[in-house]
């Protein structure tokens, strides 16, 4: 008797731990796919501000992601669609596909480089082909999903409906019916009871899981309607460059194999790829809430730009603010900046052109689903000091790969 005791003591325990591992694994999926916006890629910043805005919300993400650009930044209306991937390579390696306490666990200086993302991109306008990469880390996150004990209170009590009892139920049914002996009369209705039963408890837990997958999700929701417009600030660094594809010529002599002596001669036309630096920038950007329903972000960004008027590159510095109004699903934008850029003449190195640009957007986010989101804008571009005005609809197809 004590060793049925026994054996049922260590089934029941297998079971219940079975059962608490799944509820866990469940919150730690939603916590892992909560973010609070999907924004375009730091490299897209790069090529020749191809975005609608320069000023990204705080994003979280921890999959890789695929934006396209349906505009070239700098062909003003030129549709010329652009392509950029990116990823968290830390994340990936180290947290992904480990349980969510090790992330919790982990030491403040491993979460923030956790955030590090890396990004590539490509944009071809008539003249030239760009390339750019970027990297960027968020120093300080207001909220953090995988480690907000409000947020995960929140996902417990959406899993509050366990399946233990049922399970339990389910498994003193199948060993009911194990002892069942086949010479009774009546075993044929006592299985077919004992089957029904079965089903119907299998039945009741389709049902629980699917309210706690409701209640999950509806958790996320809520947390992220809530914190869409969540305080942070990113540092990133990026360079731009050009490449273009040309073909050089490989002569290769020998010595001909029916006339001694003779030497001959073959042509071949070789494809190489030819990528040439065209400045880089180091940027620093933030914003916090502003209520519900607002947001302030700002940018202080330097380094080296191609200039459209002397073609050579020179030194670049901006500054801007972003204003946000709206909620998590769609919000609109103002956003203004101040360019200034100091380019060397071609015809001389040591005279220098200064351009003073003001650049407004206006423009939004629309989260379309929970993987993809569009970015939308209209850009003027004036430089006072030249006369250059610029018009520039911009858009953005923001995807994670999941």
């Known amino acids: 008797m004590s060793s049925k005791l026994l054996i049922a003591l260590v089934f029941c325990t297998s079971v219940l731990s079975a059962q ?33 805005t320069r000023i990204e919300r705080y994003a979280s993400l921890h999959d890789f992601k695929v934006d396209w650009s349906l505009t070239n930044g700098q062909q003003g209306y030129t549709l010329s669609p652009g392509l950029a991937i990116e990823a968290q390579p830390v994340w990936m390696l180290f947290f ?6 090790k992330y919790r666990s982990a030491t403040p200086f491993a979460r923030t480089l956790s955030t590090l993302s890396l990004s590539v991109g490509t944009s071809a306008s008539t003249e030239k082909n760009w390339l750019a990469w970027a990297a960027k880390i968020t120093l300080y996150r207001q909220h953090d999903p995988l480690n907000d004990t409000e947020f995960l209170r929140m996902l417990e009590a959406g899993t509050e409906e366990a399946k233990d009892s049922i399970l339990l139920n389910i498994k003193k049914l199948e060993m009911q019916q194990i002892r069942l002996s086949q010479r009774d009369s009546n075993f044929e209705e006592q299985n077919n009871t004992l089957l029904d039963s079965i089903a119907e408890l299998e039945f009741a837990i389709q049902e629980v899981e699917r309210n706690q997958s409701r209640k999950l999700a509806d958790a ?10 969540s305080g942070y600030v990113d540092v990133a660094f990026g360079r731009l460059l050009t490449y273009k594809q040309s073909v050089s010529t490989i002569v290769q002599t020998f010595e001909s194999p029916t006339i001694p002596g003779q030497i001959d001669t073959a042509t071949f036309n070789n494809n190489t790829l030819e990528i040439s630096k065209k400045g880089y920038a180091v940027w620093m950007s933030g914003g916090v809430g502003l209520g519900r329903n607002g947001m302030l972000s700002g940018m202080v960004r330097f380094g080296e730009k191609p200039s459209a008027l002397t073609g050579t590159v020179g ?88």
Request: hydrophobic share 35%; charged share 20%.
């Open 20 to 52: 608490q591992s799944a509820v866990q694994n469940a919150q730690n999926k939603v916590a892992k796919a909560t973010e609070f916006s999907i924004p375009s890629s730091p490299a897209f910043n790069m090529l020749n501000e191809n975005t609608p």
């Open 96 to 101: 992904d596909r480990a349980a969510a306490t």
């Open 220 to 229: 996320r929701d809520n947390y992220i309607r809530k914190h869409w417009n």
């Open 315 to 402: 030194r670049m510095f901006s500054v801007g603010a972003n204003l946000r109004y709206g909620a998590q699903r769609y919000n609109f934008f103002i956003e203004a900046f101040y360019d200034r850029l100091l380019s060397p003449l071609s015809e001389s190195s040591d005279a220098r052109l200064e351009q003073k640009c003001y650049m407004l957007t206006i423009g939004g986010d629309w989260r379309i689903s929970r993987n993809v989101q569009l970015a939308f804008g209209i850009r003027q571009t004036k430089d006072f000091e030249n006369g250059t005005y610029l018009l520039q609809p911009l858009v953005n197809v923001n995807c994670l790969m999941r």
